[in-house]
């Protein structure tokens, strides 16, 4: 069953990726985010009450009785997990999904997190996995050989901040959702980023226009963001709780594949030979760190 949650939150995962592009066309990021994240942490704060109340036993859901700290500690990576969606809304303005979504996904940070925090191995193929993760960065980009040129793209720098944050606080998933249940940590998770969106919105001073952002068919956009989110997250707490980080990993690449044929399909997104060959490093990378 584990391994069926991690496939699911994939598949949740990988569709609300790509839905996002279409989404933004009437609203822009952070109200999508403020608007989605009130929808989904509602959710998960009524099934939270409701497990507490009848206090149902399946520890897997919501621990019974936890140490206040790890509340705390809880909220903290919330809040730093919950930029890695803001920086990655934020490249979707620049690049195509397709390049947003490969950066976004290189997993350096997370075997980083994983070696030095969670105490895993350090082999010596992760050397290989970094080169070919480092290549595949460069040639996504607009380099010129002949003049040695290399025109960074800025949803790039988004990008890979994104795969930063992601990559430092996701393994200590496993640890926070064996503690705390997989609906808490849903909650407190979908709380701070709601909270992070509303400080990105204010920042930019994004106009609030109340009519435009509860019209019938924003509503519903911002329920499908919710419903694609809600899956995804509650499997993926529910599959961190049995199956191990790299594993986990592996199986998470299916949202980067459904999203990578998504962008192409229904965006037509054209990329370079260059980019092409880009992504299937990074692609490579990422399988090898996990097959070897």
Known sequence: MAYLYGILSALFFGISNVYWKHASKRIDYPYLIVFRGLIASTFFTLLWFFLFVCDDENVQLIQPSTNPQFYLIAICICFICSLGICFFLASLRYQTVSLT?????????????????VGE???SVYWICFSLAGIGVLFTQDISFKCNLLQWNKGATYALMAAFFWGITYPLFKFLSTTLGAI?????LEICVTVSAFIWARL????FNTIILLQKSNLITYFILALLLIGGTLFFNLAI??????????????????????SIIIYQ???SIKQLVGIVLILLSIFLSQMF
């Open 204 to 207: 930019e001073r994004k106009e």
């Open 101 to 117: 979504v490969s950066l976004a996904s290189i997993n350096i940070f997370n075997l980083l997190t994983a070696v030095l925090v």
């Open 241 to 262: 709780q049995h199956v191990t980080i790299l594993n986990l990993d592996l199986i998470a690449n299916f949202q980067l594949i459904v999203a990578l044929l998504a």
């Open 269 to 271: 997104e054209k990329l």
């Open 121 to 123: 191995a350090f082999r």
């Open 184 to 188: 808490p940590l849903a909650c407190m």
